[in-house]
């Protein structure tokens, strides 16, 4: 979501830094620089003036132009105030009432309401231990109320089964009725959406919210639609008591504007980002760790958090007691890529790393990409069992038919059999030493080896 405002960042952070000294051209060039960057990002141009009018008196300050290393201190002071616009601490949902606790969600149509009320369904569930149902108000949309009753079936979240003809109105009198009987904890409401904000739509999302009132009330926006979604948060806003915001396909290839946008414009807290498809990747926004990732810096905390939730903390203590007694398999390679795999791959770990952008260069010039995960899975599993427990073996004719099996040739066999021995002498080391570190954290040595 922010890779494009990342890399320009790092650019002009990176020269600034050279510099042993700023005077006031060098800082308004640097300032320049960053304007056109947050434009080019769709943040929008109010917010752009509101955010250089902040930083600049900052960065012309005396401690600025004594400092012994200026561009760490302007780094510093931007962003210190990304993450002010962004919001200073991540805002959790308020679940302070009477249960059921009723959650309605707004949003237009095309923004990924349906998805996000059972990805937050699942997570309340998971992480606050509450018992969720989910009722879809959206009678007018084709086969709406089906979707959310089949993503609750598949994700074993009750719904509110379907009346056919029931009118928005009546299906919240209802929704409430029943998680009272059925004792849920917790409501959520997916209201319907228009293709555009019309006076009929929100005439109906101000009745819900009266006979409802709702504890939260939270913006499902498209972080892909820029400047639109912060224009759009403006309006529910003033037609709503809106309290939040869920950005969606915050994994996908916007430049990252709408987050910075929404929070000023709107006032209210981002909550929540959606990054995949799947029902687990949902995230909590934590402004600080935006303003790292914006910046290049990583996000080391968030990526640790990841891994301990996707790995199978099992089969990390099996690696662990294998790799104590020095021993690594080709079966264990396979387990890390396969734990690569679940943490989103290459790119899915990278996005949390320190300059992301010169990783990717690295992977660029050395030919890695995400089909190396995939390619080297199937080499392994094209293997017997005694070759992948002794890969010594691994002789001419046994390579030609694994080449063969697995769709690959004899250069890709060597370079995988390659890759197997720095790792599994980076393991045995390991194994001599503390074996806290990567495999404790659940962060596979994969990635690190992938790069050497």
Do not use: W
């Not at 890390?336 to 943490?343: A, D, E, S, V």
């Not at 770990?349 to 890695?368: A, N």
Request: overall charge neutral.
């Amino acid at each position: 979501m922010f890779e494009n405002l990342t890399n320009k960042f790092e650019e002009i952070f990176s020269s600034l830094k050279k510099a042993p000294s700023l005077d006031e051209k060098q800082v308004d060039e640097g300032l320049k620089s960053i304007r056109l960057a947050l434009l080019e990002a769709d943040v929008s141009l109010d917010v752009v003036k509101e955010f250089i009018s902040r930083v600049k008196p900052k960065a012309l300050g005396q401690e600025i132009i004594r400092s012994t290393s200026p561009g760490d201190m302007v780094v510093k002071i931007v962003y210190d105030e990304i993450v002010s616009f962004l919001g200073d601490k991540n805002s959790e949902i308020s679940l302070n009432a009477v249960p059921p606790v009723p959650i309605m969600l707004v949003g237009l149509q095309g923004s990924g309401k349906t998805t996000t009320t059972s990805k937050l369904a699942k997570f309340l569930e998971k992480n606050n231990k509450k018992k969720v149902m989910m009722a879809s108000l959206d009678v007018y949309r084709p086969a709406a109320q089906e979707q959310l009753r089949l993503l609750g079936e598949q994700n074993n979240i009750e719904t509110l089964p379907i009346i056919e003809g029931q009118l928005p109105a009546d299906i919240c009198r209802r929704a409430l009725s029943a998680a009272n009987l059925n004792g849920c904890e917790v409501v959520l409401f997916d209201t319907a959406g228009r293709t555009q904000i019309d006076f009929q739509m929100m005439n109906e999302i101000k009745q819900i919210e009266t006979i409802i009132n709702p504890a939260e009330t939270i913006l499902v926006a498209d972080s892909l639609t820029g400047q639109v979604a912060a224009n759009v948060a403006k309006e529910f806003k003033n037609t709503v008591n809106l309290s939040g915001i869920i950005l969606t396909r915050a994994d996908g290839d916007g430049r990252g504007g709408a987050a910075l946008s929404m929070k000023y414009v709107a006032e209210i807290p981002i909550k929540f980002l959606g990054v995949g498809e799947k029902i687990e990747n949902f995230e909590v926004f934590h402004p600080d760790r935006i303003a790292n990732r914006i910046l290049g810096m990583g996000d080391i905390v968030s990526l640790v958090e990841k891994a301990s939730e996707d790995l199978d903390q099992e089969n990390l203590k099996k690696t662990e007691e294998k790799l104590k007694k020095g021993q690594f398999s080709m079966e264990d390679y396979l387990s890390q890529l396969r734990q690569m795999k679940k943490m989103g791959g290459i790119e899915g770990i990278m996005s949390f790393l320190p300059g992301v952008s010169k990783i990717k260069s690295q992977m660029d010039q050395s030919g890695i990409d995400e089909k190396i995960i995939t390619q080297n899975e199937a080499v392994i599993l094209s293997m017997t069992k005694q070759e992948r427990e002794n890969p010594k073996i691994i002789n001419g004719s046994r390579k030609k038919r694994i080449a063969n099996g697995s769709g690959t040739d004899i250069a890709t066999i060597n370079k995988l059999l390659k890759q197997f021995k720095m790792m599994s002498e980076m393991m045995k080391k390991m194994s001599k030493g503390n074996m806290k570190g990567m495999a404790d954290k659940g962060i596979p040595p994969e990635l690190f080896n992938q790069l050497k």
